[in-house]
């Protein structure tokens, strides 16, 4: 009878041991290889702070007098960095939370074999792989890390155990223990030179554990006034940490910031479970490698938090909590941890296409690498009629899917590298019934191009699906009789353009609007001066459509008084520069008196050969010889000129007028002047403009426009900006409501600029006597180049002002090609359906000319803009580095 008790009792222990067995086996494996991204990182260092118990609606909302809780982690969030909610999951306790945050995997159920306290199975982590890692907390946490690295790379700090007191008094000591360790021990850096070497290492890590707040919480609830005060503390140390690195690593750029927390905290002080109180963490991050913040109308979220909180301007992207070390992991070019299941979220990293494809790969074959091995341990501990592979990770489809993503890397198709497949083989199937379509009609071989050629192009739409359906929740946030309007006005923009191809008084029409742009906004009140200089420009350049064709009363005196006109200029700002500047370079000086004999010449030689003609003496050889020097030198004369924005345009302005006035017979020599006024005032006018909305973009010393002050210091003049050829994409920003306003202003600009003096696409309109101080001889190739690249000039005047436009608000060339697209196809669609087949040759050959010319807008634009970049940018230096005097 015992023994039956004594085997009932062993069976009973079996079967309850069973249960560990069956149900909490680790899932953890080992024996992947490390997958690193090939691309160099954006950063060299790494800190995280992990504030515990921090729940995210405390930190982002605001208090009941309307401020926050953390003014410098909100100025990150509006300023410099990217935020959102990271989602956490249960159990929300620290150690899981600190692992899925650090290693990239969430709980491992084995560790209650361990009590909950630590992992019973070893794993790979970001700390492991690093170089160096120093760390900062509670010993409970700091100590789990250390002992699963490899090495002797890590080295933590932490307070006695015993400090960890619910009871205590003041719990924040636990977090300012922290903030003034981490200080002492860089201000020991300083006198310490092995230390010092280590600390300028790359892929290095700072991790700072934070545990006052969930100490107050559990002591005094989250709703309690200790609680949201030590959040004050956190937000003022991490404040002072991140000033202490910026001066310790000379403001280098080189530093990535994360914040966030392990779990969240219910209202009655406990966690664990999965309440949305306990999984919903903040996350914020900053600096290198992260994108700055991203203005937008609208977000669609199932919560209304961005509401409460007052962020909905701010583009808010949750993540996984265990998304964040494999985004630690690309920002400092570590391996991926071994046993992480994140998933890079790319939309945080400020990179190229081709680094985030390329870390998206990484990512992808360090997870393979994982199943891989899963796959190889199950199938060498089963029974192989028993063992059924997964089809659709079949080792032939894995290396298909890899090759395939690998291939649209090398083609830079960084969009393919996961593609559906399902879009692409409906599109495929309506190509074939389109084609067939067409076959079983006899149809010719240029109606199969007509018919397919959407195919493709609907399916690249298609594909942006998320765009489009962004785009239409961001207009649906208008009230309708607001968005009625914006459609009414960008309508009524378009048919004055296409009008203004048959009238140019339109242009006049246009130009009035524009002139009447201050007062529907708050350019009026702000900027005075700037606006009135506005509207007398607009008004004065609407004139121009009114008046007789070139060619058609030529007046030589016109062209004198255009020339005298540019002169004065000249004096008035050479003696500004030279009043402003401190230090004037003479062979700037040089520069503009020899720009100002230029133009000085020209006046001459126009008024010399014009009498010469007269008096049917021929053209003068040194009058010729004088013209030919002036327009090449009109190429090389703004590349010698400072790089700064105003005397750079101004360079361009007074070798290109020299050239125009010999180019010139009448009016049309005051268009340029005038058109180029208009250009500086639009510069001006498109800073105070985005001052006036509030977007806020930060910039970089080597970016593509330097500043001698902050970018956020909208009121610095023009004067103080810098054309550099580096070109940063990392500034660029997405586009807003306003930058079609001024894709539309460039089209209209550039319209202007082409039929302002009678420049219609028809022969007639031309007079050769613009190229008289050239040759007299005909000889159509040279003249008509003469007479295209008189046409020309205004079109890159106009394009120079936009590369400042562009480079003051931050506007990609992409993004202005793709609205001027949009704009010209709206066009071409009005000129394809005014295509005349009857009629005289010339209304036949102006309907085609006008067609064409609209499709043809994007390629000139493209061409003018690699002009306009090249007299911007470009320096050459005759005499190597000029040296400085005074004068």
Known sequence: MLLFFIL?????????????????????????????????????????????????????????????????????????GSWGISHTRVPTESRPGHVALIAGFYEDVSAVAKGWKENPVGFDSLINESRYTWSWGS???????????????????????????????????????????MKEFFHAARNNQSLFSKLNEEKIVFFLHLLGIDTNGHAHRPTSREYKDNIKVVDEGIKEIVSMLEDFYGNDGKTAFIFTSDHGMTDWGFHGAGHPSETLTPFVTWGAGIKYPQRVSAQKFDDAFLKEWKLENWKRQDIH???????????????????????????????????????????????????????????????????????????????????????????????????????????????????????????????????????????????????????????????????????????????????SFFYRYMLTAGLIAFACWPFITQLWTRAKSISLSWIFFSLLLAVFPLMPVVGRKPDIFLVIGAGSLVLLLSLCVLTS??????????????????????????????????????????????????????????????????????????????????????????????????????????????????????????????????????????????????????????????????????????????VTAFFGTGNIASVNSFDLASVYCFLTVFSPYMMGALMMWKILIPFVLVMCAFEAVQLTTQLSSKSLFLMVLIISDIMALHFFFLVKDYGSWLEIGTSISHYVIVMSMTIVLMLLNGLAHLLTTKKLELYGKPKSHLI
Request: glycine share 4%; aromatic share 14%.
């Open 8 to 80: 009932g009792l062993l069976v009973h222990f079996v079967f309850f041991g069973s249960i560990f067995d069956i149900y909490f086996t680790s899932p953890l494996v080992h024996g992947m290889t490390p997958q690193l991204t090939p691309l160099p990182p954006p950063a060299k260092r790494l800190v995280l702070f992990v504030a515990d118990g921090l729940r995210a609606d405390t930190l982002y909302e605001l208090d009941e007098n309307g401020n926050t809780r953390a003014p410098f982690i909100r100025n990150i969030i509006m300023h410099e």
């Open 139 to 181: 010993p409970d946490i700091l100590t789990m890390f250390a002992k699963g690295a490899s090495g002797d790379h890590v080295y933590a700090y932490s307070y006695d155990a015993d400090n960890e007191d619910f009871g205590a008094q003041d719990v924040t000591k636990l977090d300012t223990w922290v903030f003034d360790n």
């Open 321 to 499: 909590q265990a998304d964040i070390a494999p985004l630690m992991a690309s920002l400092i070019g570590v391996p991926f941890p071994l046993n992480s299941v994140g998933i890079l979220p790319v939309d945080y990293l400020n990179n190229t296409d081709l680094f985030k494809a390329e870390s998206m790969f990484t990512n992808a074959v360090q997870i393979l690498e994982q199943f891989k091995v899963k796959m190889t341990q199950k199938k060498e501990a089963t029974l192989p009629f028993f063992f059924t592979p997964f089809k659709l990770l079949s080792e032939s489809k894995q290396l298909n899917i890899l090759r395939k993503a690998r291939s649209y890397i090398k083609q830079r198709k960084y969009d393919e590298a996961k593609p559906s497949h399902l879009l692409s083989c409906s599109f495929i199937a309506v190509g074939v019934l389109v084609a067939f379509f067409l076959l079983i009609q006899d149809c010719p071989w240029t109606y199969y191009i007509y018919c397919l050629l959407p195919v493709p192009i609907w399916y690249a739409v298609l594909r942006e699906f998320q765009v489009i359906q962004d785009f239409v929740i961001s207009l649906l946030t208008f009230p309708p009789s607001q968005l009625a309007g914006y459609l009414f006005i960008f309508t009524l923009g378009i048919e004055v353009l296409v009008l």
């Open 577 to 750: 520069l030279i009043k402003r500047k401190d230090r004037f370079i003479n062979e700037e000086l040089l520069l503009h008196l020899f720009q100002m004999l230029s133009i000085v010449l020209s006046m001459c030689v126009v008024y010399s050969t014009h009498h010469s003609l007269l008096k049917k003496q021929g053209l003068p050889f040194l009058n010729q010889i004088i013209s030919w020097i002036i327009l090449a030198s009109s190429f090389v004369l703004p590349l010698l000129s400072p790089t700064s924005l105003f005397e750079r345009l101004f360079s361009i302005l007074l070798s290109w007028m020299s050239a125009y006035l010999l180019l010139s017979t009448g009016y049309e020599a005051l268009f340029p002047l005038v058109l180029s006024c208009l250009m500086f005032v639009w510069i001006r006018m498109e800073q105070e403009t985005l001052q006036q909305s509030g977007v806020s973009y930060r910039q970089k010393s080597q970016g593509y426009l330097c500043c001698h002050k902050s970018i956020h210091e909208f009121d610095h003049k023009v004067t103080s900006l810098q054309f550099t050829c580096n070109l940063d994409i990392t500034q660029f920003r997405h586009l807003y409501l306003d930058d079609i306003r001024r894709a539309f202003f460039l089209v209209f600009f550039l």
